[in-house]
């Protein structure tokens, strides 16, 4: 029998922004400004939605969920990255290097399930109100929570695994401020065709299905909106689901234009702006989605300015 083995490296190389390395303390400043307007906003809609029983609503619960995924999103890319701006910290393990792609990959999935399930809640809540409080149960929430996860964990593990039976043994360096998928895998020494192939399936099969799903509820959610007979009730359904909208574009479109430029536009678009793109669907999204909702959403305004005025009264 032959005695085959694989070979891993005992840590990658992550070079930052190829071609910015002099820059790499100047862009630090946004990034950590806008990791920051993340925590604290994400945090603060949390404290805002759990503290408070009238919030404690299925469109609530889902944007709670949001944000929870949305920290620990930009928290498993971000910080590697300030990191490597900072304090030249380049090296990282290979079970580091392979953990990170699961969970950056993983998260991704789970929110995007987040946002279909935030478009089936408005879909129902404006299509068919009446049914609504017994088809958004708490039964349900549960469901599609557990649901989300498995989905996730069931896409996500065969990537990981399939990355970890590539031999390394030509580098260790990879061109990029955390750990992905394709860039880890253009460091292999074999073929890596099976590996591409199950990358466009599982993008698919998630985050693709889920936004098609997505805008086939918007289309008949405008239709239902747009038949409505009073100017009124079309304006304020309109602003109900308005913030999703936001949320959703923010969310998919720099992740979309990531994924293609990744895999059919190397030769044409230099790799500083596609490691700058690829750092943008895991900062973003977290950033503005807490002001989005913040700004739009006039019960957690009320909520917010309550609190604080309290806290103030008592100081």
Partial sequence: MLNVSVFHPDHFILLGIPGMEDLHLLLSIPFSLMYV?????????????????QLHQPMYIFLGMLTITDVLLCSSAVPKTLSIFWFKSHAILFDCCLVQIFFIHYLFVIESSILLTMAYDRYIAICSPLNYTTIITASFIRRTVLLAIIRAFCIITPLVILLNRLPYNQSNIIPHTYCEHIAMAHRASADITVNSVYGLVAAFSSTGVDMILIVVSYGVIIQTVLRLPNSEARSKAFNTTMSHVCVILLFYLPAFFSFIAHRAGQAKIPPSALILLANLYVIIPPMMNPIIYGIRTREIRQRLAAMLCKNTMRS
């Fill in 37 to 53: 307007v993340a925590l604290f906003g994400n945090c603060t809609l949390i404290l805002v939605i759990s503290t408070n029983e």
